[in-house]
């Protein structure tokens, strides 16, 4: 079995602010690649691995594969890019990468016999929420339910920490593996979604306040506007718009605002929620999500190019 040795690596924020805007993100990656392969030894190999994600994008990340184990975890760099952006250094990444791989990788979430046991993953089964017409090909090979124009797919939760969730699509093949239904891997994620992630509803402003005080390049987020936006999402913020299927979620904001209310797409992680007294109307409302997903959001974490309405009192969102 391979050896990791934690070479001393910094922690902290990277005072090279000039080489943090000048390298790209795919400069950043091969940088994390050298580090960590650079921190191992023996029997475990470190190389980019791409694959196609949400809305038939790459993502690019580490796999770590280890001789004599045959199910091995790829480890997800656009995050680490984005905390490299705002000031942590590629030796304190490459250093977390190296810790997390530690913690994973003699778990059973990675081992053969753990994912051909639907009695051992039952209770890991969670749900999230992506485009449908995005993911058409995707949806061809995996179950799901249609959910509005949006579709609900289902994952298996194999890490949870601070910077996000580490988990493996449910696939077709693997209903046969286990030998169970669509309707069954559902019951399964209603159940465990809200419990394994529970939910986030703050202010814009409050959110905005927290994220400044980690970003000193930022100027005062303080706007009277943020203060009657509201952002739903899970704790870890990863994959939380799928909160909205929560149950009894959306009448709950309802109670809370006293009103009905707009649901903006904002990505697959978060959603923004508008009282119906303080939205510019649909089609503006439609017109900040499409410039928004345009400017802002990652290609594979666009949910939706228009907002949604709640009517409390049909007790239902509309598309």
Not at 125 to 142: F, K, P, S, T, W
Not at 143 to 148: G, K, Q, S, T
Not at 265 to 277: L, R, T
């Amino acid at each position: 079995m391979g050896n990791i040795q934690n070479k001393g690596f910094a922690k902290g924020k990277c005072t090279g602010c000039q080489e943090r805007r000048g390298m790209t993100y795919y400069q950043f990656i091969h940088e994390v690649e050298v580090k960590v392969r650079e921190a191992i030894e023996g029997n475990i190999s470190v190389y980019i691995h791409s694959t196609v994600k949400n809305n038939g994008t790459q993502r690019h990340g580490l796999t770590l594969a280890e001789k004599g184990i045959n199910i091995f975890p790829t480890i997800y760099l656009e995050e680490y890019y984005q905390q490299f952006r705002n000031g942590v250094s590629v030796e304190n990444i490459a250093g977390d990468i190296l810790r997390l791989y530690s913690e994973v990788r003699f778990k059973r979430c990675f081992e053969r016999d753990f994912l051909r046991d639907f009695q051992q993953i039952r209770g890991k089964i969670v749900y999230h929420l992506v485009n449908r017409d995005a993911n058409r090909e995707l949806l061809e090979g995996v179950p799901y339910e249609e959910y509005l124009d949006l579709a609900v797919v289902y994952h298996v939760l194999l890490e949870v920490n601070t910077y996000g969730m580490a988990s493996l699509m449910i696939r077709n093949e693997h209903l046969k593996l286990w030998n169970v239904t669509e309707k069954e891997i559902s019951c399964e994620a209603h159940r465990n979604t809200r419990k394994l992630l529970p939910y986030e509803f703050r202010t814009m402003s409050a959110l905005l306040e927290e994220l400044a005080v980690t970003d000193e390049d930022e100027g005062d987020n303080e706007d009277e506007g943020n203060s009657i936006m509201y952002v739903l999402s899970n704790r870890i913020r990863s994959y939380g718009a799928a909160a909205l299927l929560y149950e009894s979620q959306l009448d709950g904001i309802g109670a809370y605002l006293e009103e009905n209310y707009y649901v903006l797409p904002s990505s697959v992680h978060e959603v923004i929620v508008v009282p119906e007294s303080a939205a510019l109307g649909r089609k503006a409302l439609d017109l900040l999500v499409k410039e928004v997903n345009e400017l802002h959001v990652a290609p594979e974490e666009h949910l939706s190019n228009h907002a949604y309405y709640y009517d409390r009192q049909e007790r239902r969102l509309f598309a």
